[in-house]
C-alpha cells in the first residue's frame, strides 16, 4: 500500500514548455485533489475530482488542466509553463464517506516541487 | 467552510505540552474541525477531527469549546518531531475532503 504517489519529484522547465505532473493513490478513492503552495503560504487548491470522468475547477485553475479517465490516476498538466508557476503541487486523494465519523481525512503525496525559468 | 484563525507562531518546550488554538467563530452545526499539519514541506498529515465532543487519538487531543466557536490541538509531550505548520480547517463531513482550505497555520517550534 503506497497511499499517494506523486512523480516526478523535482522538475525544471523552461517557459513555454509543457509537462504533466503524475498522481496515483492505491487506496481505492474517490476523491482526488490538486494544491499547490508557494513560499510561507498555505495550500490553494487547482483541481479535484469526484469520480472517474468528473473534474471540477478549484481556486486557482488558470494554466492547468486535469482529467481523471480512472479511480486511480489524477494527473495535472500544465500547458504552457509560466515563472507564475514556479511552485511545490500536491496532489491528495480521499474516501468519499455519506456516513460515519471515520475514514474522512485526505492523504497527501510527498510533493513534486516545479520550476519555471 | 467557515473562516478559521491561528496564531502565526508559536514555541514549546520538548517534552512540554503543545496547545495549538484555533478560533471558528462562524461555524455551523454540522462542520466539523480537522487538524492537519506539515512538516518541513513534506505533504500534510492527517492529526485528528471532531465536531463536538473532545477527541483523542494516538497523536493528538482535540478539545473543542462547548459554543464550538473554538478548539484546542494538544500534543501531549511534544517532541523535537513536532516542530511543524498546523492547520485548523473547518468542513461539513459530507462534502468530502476533496476541497479543503488551507489558512496560514501555526508555525510550531519544539525547542530543546
Known amino acids: 500500500n503506497a497511499g499517494v504517489t506523486q512523480t516526478p519529484k523535482f522538475q525544471v522547465l523552461k517557459t513555454g514548455q509543457s509537462m504533466t505532473l503524475q498522481c496515483a493513490q492505491d487506496m481505492n478513492h474517490e476523491y482526488m485533489s490538486w494544491y499547490r503552495q508557494d513560499p510561507g503560504m498555505g495550500l490553494r487548491l487547482i483541481h479535484y475530482?469526484?469520480?472517474?470522468?468528473?473534474?471540477d475547477q478549484g481556486e486557482v485553475p488558470n494554466g492547468y488542466n486535469v482529467s481523471r479517465s480512472t479511480t486511480e490516476d489524477f494527473p495535472l498538466r500544465l500547458l504552457s509553463a509560466a515563472p507564475s508557476q514556479t511552485s511545490v503541487y500536491f496532489c491528495?486523494?480521499?474516501?468519499?464517506?455519506?456516513?460515519?465519523?471515520?475514514?474522512?481525512?485526505?492523504?497527501f503525496g510527498q510533493g513534486t516541487r516545479l520550476t519555471v525559468v | 467552510d467557515a473562516k478559521t484563525t491561528q496564531p502565526p507562531s508559536m514555541d514549546c518546550a520538548e517534552g512540554r505540552a503543545a496547545n495549538l488554538p484555533c478560533n471558528h467563530s462562524?461555524?455551523?452545526?454540522?462542520?466539523?474541525v480537522y487538524w492537519y499539519r506539515q512538516i518541513h514541506s513534506q505533504g500534510p498529515q492527517y492529526i485528528i477531527h471532531g465536531l463536538k465532543n473532545n477527541e483523542t487519538n494516538e497523536m493528538a487531543s482535540l478539545i473543542i469549546t462547548e459554543d464550538r466557536k473554538s478548539s484546542t490541538l494538544i500534543l501531549p509531550h511534544a517532541t523535537l518531531r513536532d516542530t511543524a505548520v498546523y492547520y485548523c480547517i473547518v468542513r461539513g463531513l459530507i462534502q468530502g475532503a476533496q476541497k479543503l482550505v488551507f489558512g496560514q497555520g501555526t508555525r510550531l517550534t519544539i525547542n530543546p
Open positions: 475530482s469526484v469520480g472517474a470522468g468528473i473534474t
Open positions: 462562524t461555524i455551523s452545526g454540522n462542520e466539523y
Open positions: 491528495a486523494s480521499s474516501y468519499h464517506t455519506p456516513t460515519g465519523f471515520s475514514g474522512t481525512e485526505a492523504f
